[in-house]
């Protein structure tokens, strides 16, 4: 999920940051994944980026934090 998110626009990317890896276990695995010099995945599948799922993932959770703040 990750890569999706980093796949879309740069302030909804930086919104999803804030809400959802500013702390706990997500901000520790995000600062791994950020400090690592590259990533193995060892799946016996190919990754494919799929734009529409990126722009999706982005949207929703664009919508999603602006109806968290407004509680």
């Known amino acids: 999920m990750l890569a999706a998110l980093t796949a879309g626009e740069r302030m909804t990317w930086a919104l999803a940051r804030q809400e959802y890896f500013f702390k706990g276990v997500n901000r520790h695995s995000l600062d791994a994944i950020e400090k690592a010099a590259f ?5 016996d599948f190919p990754y494919e980026f799929d734009e529409v799922r990126a722009y999706l993932t982005c949207i929703i959770l664009r919508d999603h934090i602006k109806v968290s703040k407004m509680y």
């Open 39 to 43: 990533v193995v995945a060892l799946d």
